[in-house]
């Protein structure tokens, strides 16, 4: 099973709310990731987890915050985002205990984001 | 920083003819791994290619990475309307797992 879940789907948020954007996987994964993905665009990547520990933030700004409960799951807190954050969010995650050189990732369905 | 092209951006082919995209990195990477995304979908994993020089084929796809594991290829067969999409190619840099992606190749086959 690769199966990476993401929920939910679509979500569209004023500038003054606070969501938040889930993913889980269940193949025992121990490194995780965040990424954004305009239209049109390559994934750009925002964060990464390596064992339930935040490894590397590619300077996102702080109004996207992370977070890693356990080895399973992921989440991705929103705060005063402004319209241009809108994009597709995609989460992936990769075995991360063998070394990078022979890691592979797997993608999660994505949030498909609007902010108003 | 770190940068990955592709090219072409863009290809239109007819249906039965083949297609090449080219993935080149400004760094080496510690292994080479390709993508394809359907349009309004999410990047699906196609292949990992890892030691240098390394040849893969899956059906109608050849994949190489090239010797100093900075560039790398996807090479389709006789292209088919279910090859629609775009191809990415995305590699850790050297020792981390800070993947970067390609810029993208969009494939459009003409019926």
């Known amino acids: 099973d690769t199966e990476v879940t993401q929920t939910p789907k679509h979500l569209v948020m004023g500038m003054t709310n606070k969501k938040s954007l889930k993913c889980e996987q269940h193949?025992?994964?121990?490194?995780m990731y965040w990424y954004k993905q305009k239209a049109k665009k390559p994934p750009e990547l925002m964060f990464v987890?390596?064992?339930?520990?935040?490894?590397i933030n590619e300077s996102v700004p702080s109004r996207f915050s992370p977070e890693c409960p356990n080895s399973s799951l992921l989440n991705l807190h929103l705060h005063a985002l402004q319209p241009e954050d809108s994009a597709l969010y995609l989460c992936a995650s990769s075995q991360g205990d063998g070394g990078p050189s022979t890691d592979t990732q797997y993608f999660g369905p994505g949030t498909r984001l609007t902010v108003l | 920083g770190q940068q990955v092209m592709q090219i072409p951006q863009y290809q239109h082919v007819q249906e039965g003819e083949d297609f090449t995209t080219y993935c080149n990195s400004s760094?080496?990477?510690?292994?080479i791994q390709w993508y394809k995304q359907r349009p309004g979908g999410h990047p699906v994993f196609l292949i990992q290619l890892v030691k240098s020089g390394e040849v893969k084929k899956q059906k109608r796809l050849t994949f190489q990475f090239g010797e100093a594991k900075k560039n790398s290829s996807l090479h389709i067969t006789a292209t088919q309307t279910t090859d629609v999409g775009t191809y990415f190619c995305a590699g850790p840099r050297l020792g981390t797992y800070k993947y970067i992606f390609g810029t993208g190749t969009r494939l459009k086959v003409l019926a």
């Open positions: 760094t080496t990477l510690s292994n």
């Open positions: 193949m025992g994964h121990r490194a």
């Open positions: 987890y390596s064992y339930e520990k935040l490894s």
